[in-house]
């Protein structure tokens, strides 16, 4: 016996690894096996719970939560069996409910489903939407936070019902609050509503945040007042800007908002707005001047560059102006050098002023340029840095300028400005209090 006896423990041995070796591989097979082919899964391991979940979404992709739904609930439920823990399993169910016209049913299985995990998306995105529908709009807000908080990009299925909330006026409230707390797709859900809810709505829930217990960041107000700009609203677009501005930056507003660049620049369109091109680097540096602080640098590569990448949105009442500022060039190579132009927004092809072009080396040299807001068809205006050129072959341009203290100031006597109108002139008065 002691002679058989090693043999024997050295075959249990090899047979107990085998079957571990088979359990191991079935079972990994299965698993890798679900998503795909759940069938295969199945016949794997018959008891695979998540197999089982899959086959009935299969079949309730086919219809068969409302022509067949026994057969979705019977595997449904052996999954349930199989493993208790299985949220999937509450959700099929709950889903089969909905589709039979459940809705009791479906309601209580899917608060099950929701109370095991709230990472399960698909319910999430249902109770979003039953709570809403039933009027519990605290409860559907926090559905949508988690759906958010995991995946900020189903924020275009949200979307439609985020905007009705924010059109209503009962339901607006529930929204700020939430807002008002500051969560991480705050941004997202206003830039979203600023593509879908009308400007009325918009401000409201502007205004609503006004005092915040996270206040509200400009950037987050970008995607509004571009809208805003873009439809031609400008005096909304400035009054809604305006308002966002910290108290001692707002009062006395100059009509080149941060024209000596000691203020970050946020990219908005009244204040500078600074885009990336191919051939040139433009930012807002230390002039290495200690009197003078920071102020706009702008560097050529030597290569072709249809260059108007810096400017920012006026709102100048009829009449004439004087644009001032200092320049400093070093080494410009251009066949007409570099310029101011301002623009009528609404006609951009209408040029209603332009600066002396900037060549070669210069210190710190003051410039002006005297140009007059039409009565009509001007209603807001754009201030860009361009390249004087007029076909593509004399757009290449080499060397640095810096640019500091640009202000507009209505122009002296001897420059006659045209009669403002009576909306220009409430644009005026209510927008632009005026140079300091």
């Known amino acids: 016996m002691r002679r058989w006896l090693p043999g024997f423990l050295l075959t249990a041995w090899i047979a107990a690894l085998a079957s571990l070796g088979w359990s191991i591989l079935r079972d990994t097979v299965a698993q890798n096996s679900v998503g795909d082919h759940p069938s295969a899964a199945r016949r794997w391991e018959g008891s695979n719970s998540d197999a089982l979940v899959a086959l009935a979404e299969q079949r309730l992709a086919a219809g068969d939560g409302s022509q067949n739904p026994s057969a979705v609930r019977d595997l449904a439920n052996e999954a349930l069996l199989r493993n208790p823990l299985n949220e999937g399993a509450l959700r099929v169910l709950g889903l089969a409910a909905d589709a039979a016209d459940d809705g009791r049913r479906?309601?209580?299985?899917?608060?099950?489903?929701?109370?095991?995990?709230?990472?399960?998306?698909?319910?999430?995105?249902?109770?979003?939407?039953?709570?809403?529908?039933?009027?519990?709009?605290?409860?559907?807000?926090?559905?949508?936070?988690?759906?958010?908080?995991?995946?900020?990009?189903?924020?275009?299925?949200?979307?439609?019902?985020?905007?009705?909330?924010?059109?209503?006026?009962?339901?607006?409230?529930?929204l700020i609050d939430v807002l008002n707390f500051g969560p991480p797709w705050r941004k997202d859900v206003l830039g979203a509503l600023a593509q879908s809810a009308e400007p009325a709505a918009n401000e409201a829930v502007f205004i609503g945040l006004e005092h915040s217990t996270q206040p509200l960041q400009l950037a987050e107000m970008a995607p509004y007042l571009n809208r805003l700009v873009a439809a031609g609203q400008y005096d909304l677009a400035f009054l809604t800007w305006l308002r966002a501005l910290p108290l001692a930056q707002s009062e006395q507003l100059p009509y080149v908002y941060n024209g000596d660049f000691d203020i970050p620049v946020t990219g908005l369109p009244f204040d500078w707005a600074i885009t990336n091109v191919d051939g040139a680097t433009t930012e807002v540096a230390d002039s290495g001047d200690e009197n003078r602080g920071p102020a706009l640098h702008v560097a050529f590569w030597g290569s072709r560059v249809n260059y108007h990448h810096v400017g920012k949105l006026l709102l100048l009442p009829p009449g004439g102006y004087r644009l001032t500022g200092l320049v400093k060039a070093d080494d410009i190579e251009n066949a007409h050098g570099l310029v101011w132009r301002i623009y009528c927004a609404d006609h951009e092809d209408q040029t209603i002023g332009v600066t002396p072009t900037v060549v070669g080396n210069s210190d710190w040299t003051e410039f002006s340029a005297d140009f007059e807001v039409p009565s009509e068809g001007c209603s807001a205006q754009w201030l860009r840095l361009e390249i004087a050129a007029t076909v593509s072959i004399e757009q290449q341009i080499s060397g640095t300028v810096w640019y500091d203290h640009l202000a507009i100031d209505r122009a002296p006597v001897g420059l006659s400005p045209a009669a403002a109108g009576p909306a220009s002139e409430a644009a005026s008065s209510a927008a632009v209090p005026g140079p300091t």
Do not use: C
């Open 106 to 174: 479906a309601d209580q299985l899917m608060s099950v489903a929701a109370r095991r995990t709230r990472r399960d998306l698909s319910v999430e995105t249902w109770l979003f939407d039953e709570r809403f529908r039933q009027g519990r709009l605290e409860d559907a807000l926090r559905h949508a936070d988690a759906i958010l908080r995991q995946k900020p990009d189903m924020l275009g299925v949200l979307s439609p019902t985020l905007a009705e909330i924010a059109r209503r006026d009962d339901l607006r409230p529930a």
